[in-house]
């Protein structure tokens, strides 16, 4: 747990409505008390973050993320003016594709102008949220998610095309093949509308595989 993360306050009657299903109910059960947590990040650096990992593995992102920083000696998050006024050739010497570099500009261009956090944007919901975030080069549907649920502390996200979740799925549910679409809306169904309380609980589900 990180300097600034905050555990995320699990809402009243959630675990009830979860341990409705036996199946989660076993899974709640083994894996214990819930400890998702809100990141302690600005939004733009809960993007940058995002954008940076995208196909790549937790220990590569973090090293070409900590090469990113220490570009910007200051403690604090550089501003998205500071990031455009970078030359792109020292963010390609960092390891970022160029790919990456014209999407985290994109994105900066989008906050510097005050289009992607007008005053208000906390207040939209889910969906409107995640269509408001996807317009940004290099975001996609689960990239905004991910922001709903680790960032906004949104409880009811399902990332349905999350491999880890579908794993997850595919393991409470006892089955050998990775659950459809329709299977996944389906099951986003039942939890709801606790589906980032049930998705953290299916992430864990990997770690105890053979206790479900």
């Given at each position: ?19 409705r ?12 008390r819930?400890?998702?947590l ?21 220990l ?9 920083r220490a570009?910007?000696p ?9 990031i ?7 963010l390609?010497s960092v ?8 999407a ?21 919901d ?11 080069r ?49 099951e ?17 589900a ?7």
């Amino acid at each position: 747990m990180s300097e600034g993360d905050v555990r995320i306050r699990l809402p009243r009657g959630a675990l009830a409505h979860l341990r409705r299903d036996a199946a989660m109910a076993r899974l709640v059960e083994h894996v214990g008390r819930f400890s998702m947590l809100r990141r302690g990040r600005t939004e733009l650096e809960a993007l940058v973050r995002a954008i940076v990992g995208q196909q790549l593995s937790g220990l590569a992102a973090e090293t070409i993320y900590r090469r990113f920083r220490a570009i910007y000696p200051a403690p604090a998050f550089p501003s998205a003016a500071e990031i455009l006024a970078t030359d792109p050739e020292l963010l390609r010497s960092v390891g970022l594709s160029r790919q990456k570099i014209a999407a985290i500009r994109d994105l900066c261009l989008h906050v510097d102008d005050g289009r992607l956090f007008a005053p208000g944007w906390e207040g939209l919901d889910d969906e409107t949220l995640i269509g408001h975030l996807t317009v940004v080069r290099g975001i996609g549907r689960w990239s905004a998610q991910m922001f709903l649920m680790f960032h906004c502390a949104r409880v009811n996200v399902w990332p349905e095309d999350d491999l880890g979740i579908r794993k997850g799925v595919a393991l409470l549910r006892g089955r050998d093949a990775l659950p459809t679409r329709a299977q996944m809306r389906e099951e986003g169904e039942v939890f709801a509308p606790y589906c980032s309380i049930a998705a953290w609980y299916l992430w864990r589900a990997l770690d105890t595989e053979a206790q479900i």
